[in-house]
């Protein structure tokens, strides 16, 4: 693939930028003409939780960024053993979009990609 970026979510989306902030970068990436694919790894996968409520937080729910992410065109990509070790294991578990890739999958993704920007 040429100018294609994968952004890499291992961490919560709640707690930290660094969720929100690969957000922003896979919408910029987009808006430049880059093929973007954001993987979900770890705890990275709460990322793409449907049903989130932050209303009791300070902290803005990131699942709506996310679905514009997909809606913009950038597959969202859910690790399968990271969201069964988590207890999300269903596609209802996540926003509308967002795939389940299995080990494999998900490490072809990341290897065929130009650049890889891990958060």
Not at 9 to 16: F, K, L, V
Not at 20 to 36: D, F, K, Q, S
Not at 41 to 67: C, E
Request: with cysteine; glycine share 8%.
């Amino acid at each position: 693939m040429n100018n294609s970026l994968c952004i890499l979510i291992r961490r919560p989306p709640y707690g930290q930028i660094h969720a929100a902030e690969a957000i922003r970068h896979a919408g910029g990436a987009l808006a430049e003409g880059l093929v973007t694919r954001v993987a979900l790894i770890d705890d990275g996968v709460y990322v793409a939780r449907a049903g989130q409520d932050t209303s009791a937080t300070a902290w803005t729910a990131l699942a709506p960024a996310l679905a514009k992410t997909i809606e913009k065109g950038a597959p969202v990509l859910v690790h399968l053993s990271s969201a069964i070790a988590r207890g999300l294991a269903i596609e209802k578990d996540f926003v509308a979009g967002a795939q389940i890739i299995d080990d494999a999958e998900f490490m072809r993704v990341i290897a065929a990609s130009d650049a890889v920007m891990i958060y």
